[in-house]
């Protein structure tokens, strides 16, 4: 018997797409206004393929938009104190209102000290801890990346968040936690598994918004949400050839009422939302008196 399903798939490049549209937009009569374009640095240490790919791509969309790119790559065995002093000289520069340093960074450098050397108001992806302090006071300025993505897909689906159960698998400071805060700024009543939660299935079925981003591929089963809830995939696995989230789909589909896909559901969001903290902290620093 062939099952159909009604489901909404939540694709993430229509949402991606609105809110880069907005930005390109925007911006020349931003840039004319404040006589620079906004600018973006991204610092690479290493040579990892991944992280190149990475910086490669959220470069080129800032070039589309009209954003200015600084690169800066460091060979693999660069010291400590020569990468803060980069992000001295970076923090100092009028023309770069964003940094980006990509992770991961090599053995020899202390990851949580090189993020910390992040001016705030540059700090877009907010991985600085008092960015993240304010993100939990919601009183912060910038939007950690992924986690806002993922509120403005469910958003653009007209997906209610307030009042609604919705458990969020997966704890990391850069997706789970942060995600897990803007989801209670949202009003919805938060449950957080990690590694140690026991009995996930039965957690998961209380839901009526389930979020995965643990980074195991296809772990949400069909058995654990219940008839109609609504699946967010974060996680992005490889799996031979192929690209899998941390939810099993296909399964998935008939039952739930909406599902984000991996490739194309959460993926898309990450370096749209980059775009739009980059024209935030430009326009806080060019402007601040209209932003704060
Ligand atoms: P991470 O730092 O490895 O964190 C994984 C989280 O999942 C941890 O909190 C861990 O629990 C939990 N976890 C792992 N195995 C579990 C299990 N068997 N049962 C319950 N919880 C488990 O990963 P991350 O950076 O958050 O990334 C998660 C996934 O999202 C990855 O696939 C990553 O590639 C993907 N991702 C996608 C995007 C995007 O743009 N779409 C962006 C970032 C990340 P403990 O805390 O107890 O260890």
Do not use: W
Not at 17 to 41: M, N, V
Not at 70 to 79: K, M
Not at 87 to 96: E, R, S
């Amino acid at each position: 018997m062939t099952q159909t399903s009604s489901a909404t798939v939540l694709k993430g490049k229509p949402v991606a797409d609105k809110l880069l549209g907005e930005l390109q937009a925007a911006i020349p009569g931003l840039a004319s206004r404040a006589g620079r374009p906004p600018g973006l640095a991204a610092v690479l240490v290493g040579e990892d393929p991944a992280s190149q790919v990475y910086v490669r791509l959220k470069e080129k969309k800032a070039n589309e938009l009209g954003i200015a790119t600084f690169d800066h790559r460091l060979p693999a065995g660069t010291p400590q104190r020569d990468l803060e002093a980069l992000i001295g000289k970076l923090n100092a520069d009028p023309a770069v209102d964003g940094i980006l340093v990509q992770l991961p960074l090599p053995e020899q450098i202390k990851e949580e000290q090189v993020l910390r050397r992040v001016a705030l108001e540059k700090d877009v992806d907010v991985f600085h801890p008092e960015n993240f302090g304010l993100l939990a006071l919601k009183q912060g300025v910038l939007k950690p990346c992924t986690p806002a993505g993922v509120i403005e897909i469910l958003k653009h689906y007209e997906i209610g968040i307030s009042g609604k159960r919705v458990v969020m698998i997966g704890r990391s400071k850069i997706v789970g936690l942060p995600l897990a805060l803007l989801l209670l700024h949202e009003n919805a009543t938060m449950t957080i598994c990690h590694s140690r939660t026991r009995d996930i299935p039965a957690v998961a079925r209380e839901a009526d918004i389930v979020i995965a981003a643990m980074g195991k591929a296809r772990f949400v089963t069909a058995d654990m949400v219940r008839e109609g809830a609504v699946v967010v995939d974060v996680g992005i696995n490889r799996v031979g050839e192929k690209l899998v989230g941390d939810c099993d789909y296909e399964a998935l589909l008939p039952k739930v009422s909406a599902i984000t896909p991996v490739p194309g559901g959460v993926g898309p969001m990450t370096i749209a939302m980059l775009m739009v903290n980059t024209v935030r902290a430009f326009r806080l620093h060019a402007f601040p008196e209209e932003i704060l």
